[in-house]
């Protein structure tokens, strides 16, 4: 299982490096506006809404790769952690459980050796 959460992982990875990649690589519909009034490349205001091109396609297809990496590791970190011993059965309970302090989970923490003060507080010291 610890295999294919880091297969994922890394899948997803890549997928998001090259969504930022593809998309950035690509212009707007902002940059055929402004040819349109200046040298006449574009036939229309937005410029052509015909079908989705190579960049935009690659881009559609990696973004659902990511979204399909986030589901799957959501899923399987859940499904690890369901099977651990916990004694609530939510997240909000299992959260909550250690909040007791060590003594609810039976671990004792050695306490440390202070000195004894001297005087009481707030008395004066007299010699």
Not at 3 to 11: A, D, E, I, Y
Not at 32 to 54: C, H, I, R, V, Y
Not at 60 to 71: D, G
Not at 85 to 101: K, N, Q, T, W
Request: charged share 5%.
């Amino acid at each position: 299982m610890h295999f294919w959460m880091n297969l994922v992982l890394v899948v997803q990875l890549l997928s998001a490096v090259v969504v930022v990649v593809l998309v950035l690589v690509q212009h707007g519909k902002g940059a055929d506006m402004g040819a349109s009034f200046g040298s006449g490349a574009s036939g229309s205001l937005f410029g052509a809404t015909g079908s989705a091109n190579f960049l935009s396609r690659s881009t559609a297809v990696c973004a659902a790769v990511f979204f399909t990496c986030t589901l799957s590791l959501a899923y399987m970190s859940n499904s690890v952690s369901a099977r651990a011993p916990a004694e609530g059965s939510s997240v909000l309970e299992r959260a909550a459980a250690p909040a007791g302090g060590p003594a609810a989970s039976g671990v004792a923490i050695p306490a440390a050796a202070l000195p004894a003060p001297a005087s009481a507080p707030g008395s004066i010291p007299t010699k």
